[in-house]
């Protein structure tokens, strides 16, 4: 058991026989308590048939258990005026509940009871597919989310993280509940899962309703499964994908292949990001936006996964600025290539990203989310103060190598706008990937 | 001076003898600190060949003061991670700040100097026009936005609360520097602002801060302006405001005139909101996504201005299923209108709010928010406890009561989709206004 404790707050880990781990932390003077049963199982776990098997089946799981059906599963959470939800990944699912800490034992007892025990009735199964299809409609109506996805294909082509977590009309179209149901009986074992609550609470009870929860049913011993990691074997990229749509704004994300999550420059990037894109007093909002009013929104922002990761510049704006802003946005991304950034810049990043991480943990959502995916992802806990260390330890020396070798990665890029073809596209959009 | 204090919290209030009122909220056991300037100027305030200009202001005293640029302010904000943001609204204009305890000297000093010191340069207004109209062509992008207001236009017609924040692209286009200057310097008077400070800090802390910033300039007495009241008077409605647009979704909102915010029958209101459309429980959303898979989203939502308010469902579906949707919303509201709503469904939404209510107030800006706001609309101080004890009062007769009065009234509809005319709408939705 692992136990580290700073300012009043304790982080505990236990495993229970099963393989199930369980993280806490106590945040003493709050009145909540917030629940996540974290499943290292994404979309990347798919094969291209089964294209949104995982989010599919996030679904499903709330449509009824043994116990309770999806309307008393609504009723229960919503009569304590808590939150129930879940959401998913390319390389997890998490099931989630925020609650007042006097209604833990239900929060977990819910979360518990629909991973555990979804009955994934054939019936539910097609009524859930349609609101599936539903989810993916709503995506392709929001630019920025098709966008991401657009460059996530740009990127990574037919690697498993390309693909949408949404999966296709296709693939969701053409799914059977026997695939689904199997999808969920092979992943969902209790090596793979972490059971993580902040707040108002105490270990031991958190500890005593998890076994309770576990039975004797799934009590069968396990070993925790390790975090994913190794070298993503990515094959040639498309460079540039272009998604035709009649909006007002042209969206434009270009980026490339960063560090894993495992790498130890993660700290030197987080700083390179904050600095270029993260802010508005960053490069990259100062020299396209507020020096020349291009675009509405331009910032940077890092993705972070088990064997890659990515590094990309996200703008908006009128179709016929487009040009111009990717001209911007390249000749920035030379600049700092060539010559790094500067000593304020760097202390700006480094304050940011601290200010923006104690900012960041204030309720009991960000922090149960906090160790849940650092027990998922690193199998480690790092503390606030450990991470505050590793940010103030970055050099301008440090980010200038990380710039001098990212930047200079081949780009993709991602277009979402009122072009009909990639020919359509201005010139510069082209240069930035050449 | 007012003082408040339940669970080690305390709110106080103090005026000075500009007519700015100071209300704080000391959190213990946080580290950060949220500071809010209220200005009680917002959309409605606007002449229509002024649309939009609250917002455009908003975005211009970001752009500089007599001590700082718009970089220097960008800086001095990210280097300790902190947020510096705005937003502008139908009644009032919020400029505030998120930073760590310590940063509260900064934080004060930034947000009163952009909104008392801001320089309007006119070669600022210039590049910042360009800003907003990537901001406008940005919601037309976004649908629930865009419809948003095209239902706020079929329900208040030519009233300034029907008219979007935003302005249009012609208002926009035809400002002059000087009306927006001559706007901000003849509504942004003192008394007509509050600022709000919650988090781990201390009232004369703040006092002295706020002091200072006001200076001899500005401190010529004043008493503050009372909160807006009255009756809007809003001619006829539209009824129905179709926006065609090449979505994959049909988006449909429609609603009723309900209650202005002084009434005392709103926390019946929330109740019956929540118990209907508020939740994974709802009625709404039991009939609509539940039962019958029609719609990825459907909710309802309450609007709360000075002399007049909104009731309104908001659902998004394939266009082929936007008739399906309608009549079954139609359907469930008439039920309701008939015969109110069970003792289970009552207790459920009141247990919703009450739930939603103490973990929405967690983080220090929504703490900010409540006082800042209440203070604003009310010149008065309702404690989490007040709040709850009036929301436990409400019963299933005062609920039934409410449904009967407000769901029979004449309903306004908007629709965002891929309709040429509203002919093209299925009759339901015709229907659904008649």
Same mark, same amino acid.
């Given at each position: 058991m692992l136990e580290q404790s700073a300012a009043g707050v304790t982080v505990r880990r236990s495993v229970l026989p099963s393989g199930l781990r369980v993280i806490t932390e106590r945040i003493p003077g709050v009145r909540s308590a917030s629940v996540g049963l974290w499943v290292q199982v994404g979309s990347r776990d798919e094969r291209a048939d089964v294209a949104g098997a995982a989010h599919y089946l996030e679904h499903l799981l709330f449509k009824g258990t043994a116990r309770r059906s999806a309307a008393v599963i609504a009723e229960e959470i919503d009569a304590v005026g808590g939150e129930l939800n879940a959401f998913t990944a390319k390389e997890h699912t998490c099931y989630y509940a925020h609650v007042l800490d006097e209604d833990l034992p239900l929060a977990v007892d819910l979360v518990c009871d629909v991973v555990f025990e979804a009955l994934c009735e054939p019936r539910d199964f097609e009524t859930e597919r349609g609101v599936v299809l539903e989810e993916i409609a709503m995506r392709d109506d929001d630019p920025e989310d098709l966008l991401h996805d657009a460059f996530l294909d740009a990127l990574m082509g037919d690697h498993p993280l390309g693909r949408p977590v949404l999966g296709t009309e296709k693939s969701i179209g053409d799914m059977s509940r026997d695939a689904l149901y199997g999808f969920y009986r092979r992943r969902y074992t209790l090596p793979r899962m972490v059971l993580a609550v902040a707040g108002n609470i105490d270990h031991n009870h958190v500890m005593r309703l998890a076994r309770k929860q576990i039975g004797d049913r799934l009590a069968r011993t396990g070993t925790p499964v390790a975090p994913r990691a190794g070298r993503a074997r990515i094959? !040639? !990229?498309?460079k540039l994908v272009l998604h035709s749509d009649d909006t007002e704004q042209a969206h434009l994300m270009l980026g490339v292949k960063a560090l894993d999550r495992h790498d130890e420059r993660r700290f030197a990037l987080n700083v390179l990001n904050a600095a270029l894109g /993260? /802010?508005? !007093?960053s490069r990259l909002f100062q020299e396209v936006r507020e020096r020349r009013g291009l675009a509405y929104q331009v910032y940077s922002s890092v993705g972070s996964y088990a064997d890659t990761g990515t590094w990309s510049v996200y703008a908006g704006c009128q179709p016929d600025r487009l040009g111009d802003v990717a001209g911007v946005i390249r000749d920035v991304l030379s600049v700092v290539a060539a010559e790094g950034l500067s000593d304020a810049e760097v202390a700006r990043g480094k304050g940011q990203l601290r200010g923006g991480l104690v900012l960041g943990l204030e309720d009991t959502s960000s922090r149960m989310s906090r160790i849940g995916k650092g027990e998922l992802n690193y199998g480690d806990y790092l503390s606030v103060e450990q991470t505050l260390e590793r940010i103030e330890a970055v050099t301008a020396d440090d980010v200038a190598a990380l710039a001098a070798e990212l930047l200079r990665r081949p780009v993709a890029a991602a277009v979402v706008g009122p072009y009909a073809h990639a020919d359509d596209l201005p010139p510069q959009v082209h240069e930035v990937i050449s």
């Amino acid at each position: 058991m692992l136990e580290q404790s700073a300012a009043g707050v304790t982080v505990r880990r236990s495993v229970l026989p099963s393989g199930l781990r369980v993280i806490t932390e106590r945040i003493p003077g709050v009145r909540s308590a917030s629940v996540g049963l974290w499943v290292q199982v994404g979309s990347r776990d798919e094969r291209a048939d089964v294209a949104g098997a995982a989010h599919y089946l996030e679904h499903l799981l709330f449509k009824g258990t043994a116990r309770r059906s999806a309307a008393v599963i609504a009723e229960e959470i919503d009569a304590v005026g808590g939150e129930l939800n879940a959401f998913t990944a390319k390389e997890h699912t998490c099931y989630y509940a925020h609650v007042l800490d006097e209604d833990l034992p239900l929060a977990v007892d819910l979360v518990c009871d629909v991973v555990f025990e979804a009955l994934c009735e054939p019936r539910d199964f097609e009524t859930e597919r349609g609101v599936v299809l539903e989810e993916i409609a709503m995506r392709d109506d929001d630019p920025e989310d098709l966008l991401h996805d657009a460059f996530l294909d740009a990127l990574m082509g037919d690697h498993p993280l390309g693909r949408p977590v949404l999966g296709t009309e296709k693939s969701i179209g053409d799914m059977s509940r026997d695939a689904l149901y199997g999808f969920y009986r092979r992943r969902y074992t209790l090596p793979r899962m972490v059971l993580a609550v902040a707040g108002n609470i105490d270990h031991n009870h958190v500890m005593r309703l998890a076994r309770k929860q576990i039975g004797d049913r799934l009590a069968r011993t396990g070993t925790p499964v390790a975090p994913r990691a190794g070298r993503a074997r990515i094959a !040639s !990229s498309r460079k540039l994908v272009l998604h035709s749509d009649d909006t007002e704004q042209a969206h434009l994300m270009l980026g490339v292949k960063a560090l894993d999550r495992h790498d130890e420059r993660r700290f030197a990037l987080n700083v390179l990001n904050a600095a270029l894109g /993260g /802010g508005m !007093s960053s490069r990259l909002f100062q020299e396209v936006r507020e020096r020349r009013g291009l675009a509405y929104q331009v910032y940077s922002s890092v993705g972070s996964y088990a064997d890659t990761g990515t590094w990309s510049v996200y703008a908006g704006c009128q179709p016929d600025r487009l040009g111009d802003v990717a001209g911007v946005i390249r000749d920035v991304l030379s600049v700092v290539a060539a010559e790094g950034l500067s000593d304020a810049e760097v202390a700006r990043g480094k304050g940011q990203l601290r200010g923006g991480l104690v900012l960041g943990l204030e309720d009991t959502s960000s922090r149960m989310s906090r160790i849940g995916k650092g027990e998922l992802n690193y199998g480690d806990y790092l503390s606030v103060e450990q991470t505050l260390e590793r940010i103030e330890a970055v050099t301008a020396d440090d980010v200038a190598a990380l710039a001098a070798e990212l930047l200079r990665r081949p780009v993709a890029a991602a277009v979402v706008g009122p072009y009909a073809h990639a020919d359509d596209l201005p010139p510069q959009v082209h240069e930035v990937i050449s």
